[in-house]
């Protein structure tokens, strides 16, 4: 079988709770790729987080492009590659945006004290705050789910059969 993901299954993966990397182009010099908490519904755009002082923020103002991974961090190995343009850069709202994105990735208990550490009541962060919306067009996909069965299980995949 083949490690590719269907479309149905690269979705669901990328809509899931993973820490993605979020890429952009430099000029004469490797891509500035730095981890990104982000929010993504199937057939939408792509949420990245941008927070103040992000050194991302300059470069995704000014590129047509960017690229987010997410991957599983244990066996077996499965990830999601996007690419495509930055259809816009947006001020993050506190409760309707940045809320709801802590609360994917950290627990209820250690939400509200970070939410108040992160973006204090009635400070205005709305401009340094972003999110950066990615339209995925190119896709790379890959589970390697059956592979690693066949491993533990002392039998070749069947791509070599």
Known sequence: MSPV?????RQGFLAGIHVGIFSLAQDSQAPLSLPAW????????LRVLLTPNDPRTPLVRSLPRASLCAQD???????VSVEGPVVAVVPANREQDYWPLILRYLPEMWAQGYLRYTWPEGKDLSKT???????PEVWHAVNYYDDYVAFLGGRRSQDEE
């Open 5 to 9: 993901m269907p479309d149905d299954e």
């Open 38 to 45: 982000y929010a993504y519904t199937p057939g939408e755009d």
């Open 73 to 79: 961090e244990m066996p077996p190995c499965r990830y």
């Open 129 to 135: 705050m972003l999110f950066a919306h990615l339209r």
